[in-house]
């Protein structure tokens, strides 16, 4: 796939990805802080007169451009109201819980649920998803020891669990780049550098300046560990993509 001409499509592909949880887990708060002060306003795209917020994000995963499209909920989630808007098109699902409320960490049962519901996925097609556990600042308010996240990431088979401040800024950029890395090794491996030159590294890059085209090494990440799907090459599986990452 090449890079369009065109301006407006910067990337080679491009994924939708939905935060859910409980109301004041910081949902909010973290994709502000990921997508930072600096940003300017192309890059919001703010609908909330018809409830959805989303930020978009570039980023260079192992030679790739990948978009994260990344939805918020304006407040509807206090009323259970998610509509089929939200969740078309979702490639991921992020899940945010607050480490120092015992109740939001409970309730993201309701929210597992209401994922495979919405998407119509078994548990076996569920879209790449991650919990993460937020204001990990608040340690002497903490409620949930991070051993019960982990564990329920593992019950889950989620891609990845996290902890972080979106006040203090802790992973919340190391989480999202994984996740592109996740996305882009899952849906589109062969846009990949190591895919192509059979090279174990892989390197994931935030695009910090999308107008001069700058790359930013934004947490050094690498990730040693693709070579574990370098035997298999495969395509994600069609009923996956047909039930759960239809067309946007
Ligand atoms: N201490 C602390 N407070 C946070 C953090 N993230 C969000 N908050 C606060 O939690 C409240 C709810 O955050 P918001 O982003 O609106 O949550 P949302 O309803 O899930 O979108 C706000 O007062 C935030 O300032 C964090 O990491 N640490
Ligand atoms: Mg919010």
Not at 144 to 172: C, H, I, M, Y
């Amino acid at each position: 796939m090449s890079i369009s001409e065109d301006k407006e499509k910067i990337y080679d592909v491009r994924y939708k990805v939905l935060l859910v949880g409980e109301s004041g887990v910081g949902k909010t708060s973290l994709i502000r802080k990921l997508v930072g002060t600096a940003t300017n306003k192309n890059h919001m795209n703010m609908l909330s007169t018809i409830g959805i917020d989303f930020v978009k994000k570039l980023y260079e995963v192992d030679g790739a451009k990948v978009q994260l499209e990344i939805w918020d909920t304006a407040g509807q989630e206090r009323f259970r109201s998610i509509t089929k808007m939200h969740y078309r098109g979702t490639k991921a699902v992020v899940f945010v819980y607050d480490v120092a409320d015992l109740d939001s960490f409970t309730r993201l049962n309701f929210w597992l649920e209401s994922i495979d519901q919405e998407l119509q996925c078994s548990v076996e097609d569920t879209p790449p998803m991650i919990i993460i556990g937020n204001k990990s600042d608040l340690e002497d308010k903490r409620e949930v020891p991070t051993e019960r996240g982990e564990k329920l990431a593992d019950e889950k088979l989620a891609n990845g669990f996290w902890e972080t401040s979106a006040k203090q800024g802790t992973n919340v950029h190391a989480c999202f780049e994984k996740l592109a890395y996740t996305l882009t090794d899952t849906f589109s491996p062969k846009l990949m550098d190591t895919y192509k030159k059979n090279d174990r590294k892989a390197s994931v890059y935030q695009r910090t300046d999308i107008d001069n085209n700058e790359l930013e090494e934004s947490s050094g990440f690498t990730w040693g560990t693709r070579s574990i799907k370098l035997d298999k090459h495969t395509e994600p599986n069609e009923e996956v993509k047909k039930k759960c990452c239809s067309s946007q």
